[in-house]
């Protein structure tokens, strides 16, 4: 995401040579997208070796969109410079289909291209050639970052929709209020018991109260 602080990882992890993936480790599925077959082949005899899936390696876009629908992998690897199109716009691509962790693996570090992928929401740059303790590590950086900003932006749009629900919640009460001659808590208390008896959220109910009274011709509340 634009602004997000994009980690490239030079340097290697501290610990051993990583094979296995080391005690703790998730076992991750992952996509790879890279044209040079034998890149491809090194990243996934590496990312095995560190106990991870290799679900598929992808030449190109069409393919990498293809095996990213069909295997649902949990990280996706893409080269930045592929043969018919641009890495980083294929992780846009791929990011509008399904919310997964993308890493770029590149052998370029300009400050634009490490913008450009923050911008596009990936969580991970990686300077070619990366070795097995620098991929592992970057893995689970992109992996951590990932499922943070998923939490907050599952919390940020659960706030959103309950804000949402008191307004049209106070709206409902508001009719009954006026409709039917009740004071507020009276109405609320309405609102709730009519809520249980239709099985259907208050919210829900609330809506369905406004929509009708608009409909007779009461207008907004």
Known sequence: MKGEYMAVAKAKADGSDGAGGGAGTARRRVLIVEDDMLVG?????????LGHSVVGQASGAPEAMALYKEHKPDVVLLDIRLDDADGIEVATQLLKERRTPMIIISAYSDKELIERAGAAGVF?????????????????????????QERLAAEKRELE?????????????GIFMKR?????PEA???LQ???QKRRIGIAELAKRVIESEEMLGGGPS
């Open 41 to 49: 082949m090194g990243l996934k005899a590496q990312l095995e070796r």
């Open 124 to 148: 991970g740059y990686l300077i070619k050639p990366a070795n097995a303790e620098a991929l592992q590590a970057q893995m689970e950086v992109a992996v951590r970052r990932f499922e943070e």
């Open 161 to 173: 929709e309950t804000l949402q629900a008191r307004k049209l919640v106070e709206r409902a009460k």
């Open 180 to 184: 039917l001659g009740l004071d507020e």
């Open 188 to 190: 609320h208390r309405r």
């Open 193 to 195: 018991q009519e809520s």
